[in-house]
């Protein structure tokens, strides 16, 4: 729910929301950010890597991330934003800070590993960050994996800083032209293809893994953050 009237969502939130508050901030790169929250409401929550959670990130708009890291024992959560700039999600949390009270809804949807994969490929922007840490912790181990993330130029490090152990590509003119590429070296035959991140580039990813390189549909997940002129996804 991208946008709701704000009466409705003051009545909605103390329903449906978890209380947690912000206990640290760190600055991973100039628009990359990992806030941890806690809270005993996130204790002992059900939750699978790739499930995403919803804030309320103005009167009456609500955005969608993906946790990094979800720890119900501890009753701790973690997320990885993307300071694209662009909206109120940016915005929100760019300005989040230790002690910050925040409500989260969730987690719920159903991206997630495929257990029983002999490999796994992920194909994504900066936007997948965080996606792609927690689903690759949930990998057993060992396994072929790979992937690459397509980052702009000077942004290479950041998987490093992330813990992301895939390969940094740099965008070019087009979005997507970058892993399309990657792709073109690097098809596993019988993996399971997690594509993510902005909605073009994984409507093309798609079709050239079905209809160039002969894969399943049932061997492709795919989840879109974002797409050009749109809001909220």
């Not at 992330?162 to 087009?174: H, I, W």
């Amino acid at each position: 729910m991208p946008e709701m009237p704000a009466v409705l969502a003051n009545t909605l939130m103390p329903w449906f929301a978890k209380p947690s508050r912000v206990t640290r901030v760190e600055t991973l790169a100039p628009r990359l950010r990992r806030v941890r929250f806690e809270g005993d409401a996130l204790r002992g929550i059900a939750h699978a890597a790739g499930q995403e959670v919803e804030f309320r990130v103005g009167p009456t708009a609500f955005r969608h991330y993906t946790p990094s890291l979800m720890d119900p024992a501890g009753g701790a959560m973690e997320v990885i934003f993307y300071l694209h700039g662009q909206g109120p999600g940016s915005a929100w949390a760019e300005a989040l800070k230790p002690g910050d009270a925040v409500d989260i809804i969730g987690p719920g949807g159903r991206l997630g590993v495929d257990l029983d994969a002999p490999a796994h490929l992920f194909l994504g922007d900066e936007t997948c960050l965080g996606l792609f840490q927690a689903m690759i912790r949930a990998l057993p181990s060992p396994l072929r994996l790979l992937g690459a993330v397509e980052v702009e130029p000077g942004a290479e490090d950041w998987l490093a800083r992330t813990g992301v152990p895939l390969a940094a590509v740099v965008r070019r003119a087009s979005r997507g032209e970058a892993l399309s590429a990657w792709l073109k070296q690097n098809v596993q035959p019988g993996a399971t293809y997690y594509l993510a991140g902005h909605a073009g580039s994984i409507v093309a990813l798609r079709k050239e893994l079905l209809e160039r390189h002969g894969c399943s549909r049932r061997s492709l997940r795919s989840k879109a953050y974002w797409a050009d002129g749109k809001r909220g996804l």
